[in-house]
C-alpha cells in the first residue's frame, strides 16, 4: 500500500496572487511614460517583475484608441507584467485576449455601470413623504474594519500584502522586505523595508512605526525614499507617515 497521501499528478487550487494594480486616466503613451519616470524616480528595481492588473475604466472609448502592444511594451519597460485588464468595453476584448492578457471582470466597465446607474436613479416622488428616523441595521452598526497579523519577523526579499485591510506587524521588518496594504501599515518593531499602505488609492492611508528606518515608503502611489538617510529626529524613532496632496509627510510620535 502507498504511504503517500495524494498521487494525484497536479491539483489546482485557489490562489492569492499579488498584483498591483495602474489606473490608467489617459491612453497617451508620452504621458504615461513621463508620469511612470516621476513615481519611480528613474530607480532601475522600483518594480521586481511585478504582475499588473490595468484598470481602463476611467477612459472614455469613444475618442479613445488604445494601442495595447505599445502599452504593455511600456509597462515591461518598467519590469511589470501586465496580466488582465479590468474596465474595458466588450469590443476591446478580443484585442486584449490577442496580447496575452486576460479580462478582469471584478469592476464593471464604464460603458457597462452607466446604464446600470441610469437605471437605479429614483424616480421623482410626487409628494415628499415624511421623515423617518435613520435606523442602522445591527450587522451595518457592527461592522469592524479588519485587519492583518503578523507576529513574526519578516525577512528580505519576503512580501506581504493584506488586501482591502490594514497591515499590522509585531516584529521586525529586515532591509529588503516589503509591506503591501489597502489600509495603514503598523509596524509595532523597527520598519527597515519598504512600507506601500493605501495600494488601492487610499490616500487617507498611513504608516506607523515604532522606529523609522525604513528604505522606502508609499503611500496611494507616492512615494519617498532615503538614499540621504532620515532626518536625525526622526530617525530610529517612533512616526507616521502620511499624504499630504503629492508630499509624502513624515511626523514624529511623542507621548
Given amino acids: ?23 490608467l486616466r489617459t491612453a497617451d503613451l508620452a504621458t504615461l511614460d513621463a508620469a511612470l519616470k516621476q513615481a519611480t524616480g528613474g530607480a532601475s528595481d ?19 484608441v488604445i494601442d495595447w502592444s505599445a502599452l504593455t511594451a511600456l509597462f515591461s519597460g518598467y519590469s511589470l507584467n501586465p ?14 485576449v490577442a496580447h496575452g492578457m486576460t479580462i478582469d471582470t471584478l469592476a464593471p466597465s464604464r460603458q457597462d455601470a452607466l446604464p446600470e446607474e441610469a437605471a437605479a436613479a429614483p424616480a421623482p416622488a410626487p409628494l415628499p413623504a ?37 497591515l499590522i506587524v509585531n516584529a521586525i521588518v529586515n532591509n529588503g522586505a516589503e509591506l503591501i496594504a489597502d489600509g495603514s501599515i503598523h509596524v509595532y518593531a523597527p520598519l527597515r523595508g519598504r512600507a506601500l ?50 508630499r509624502i509627510d513624515i511626523l514624529s510620535i511623542r507621548a
Fill in 197 to 246: 499602505a493605501g495600494a488601492s488609492g487610499n490616500a487617507e492611508a498611513r504608516i506607523f512605526t515604532l522606529s523609522m528606518e525604513a528604505e522606502l515608503v508609499s503611500i496611494a502611489g507616492i512615494y519617498r525614499t532615503f538614499d540621504g538617510g532620515l532626518p536625525k529626529d526622526l530617525a530610529k524613532q517612533p512616526a507616521q507617515v502620511r499624504l499630504q496632496g503629492d
Fill in 1 to 23: 500500500m502507498s504511504t503517500k497521501q495524494n498521487n494525484k499528478p497536479i491539483e489546482i487550487k485557489i490562489s492569492t496572487v499579488v498584483a498591483v494594480s495602474a489606473i
Fill in 83 to 96: 496580466v488582465a485588464v479590468r474596465g474595458a468595453p466588450p469590443e476591446q476584448e478580443a484585442q486584449i
Fill in 130 to 166: 415624511p421623515a423617518a428616523p435613520a435606523v442602522v441595521p445591527p450587522a451595518a452598526a457592527q461592522a469592524i474594519t479588519s485587519a492583518m497579523i503578523i507576529d513574526t519577523p519578516v525577512r528580505a526579499g519576503q512580501r506581504i500584502y493584506a488586501r482591502g485591510c490594514d
Fill in 46 to 64: 522600483y518594480f521586481d517583475n511585478d504582475l499588473m492588473v490595468i484598470d481602463v475604466s476611467s477612459i472614455d472609448f469613444t475618442d479613445t
